[in-house]
């Protein structure tokens, strides 16, 4: 214990905080190889909805967006007009 001056009780150092080791089980950064990007822009292309996308390539929405931004593809009719942040 090391007594700080104006406290009555003792305090306690801080214990080291304990790195966090990622679960097994969390998501990993996709890949994209060329056939990945070709399956993209024929999905992005036929107006499948964004949800089926990504549960295709098991990610999310906004990670289909990116990568769709990305390689130039032009903006989905509904996401035209909002506000970027």
Sequence with gaps: MIPIRGLRAPVAPPRPVARVQPS????????????????????????????EIAEIFGTTKNSIIGKA???????????VGRSVR
């Design 69 to 79: 931004d990305r390689m130039g593809l032009p903006r989905r009719q509904h996401l």
């Design 24 to 51: 097994p089980d969390a998501r990993t950064r996709l890949k994209w190889t060329a056939a990945d990007k070709r399956l993209l822009r024929h999905l992005w292309d036929t107006d499948v909805k964004l949800e």
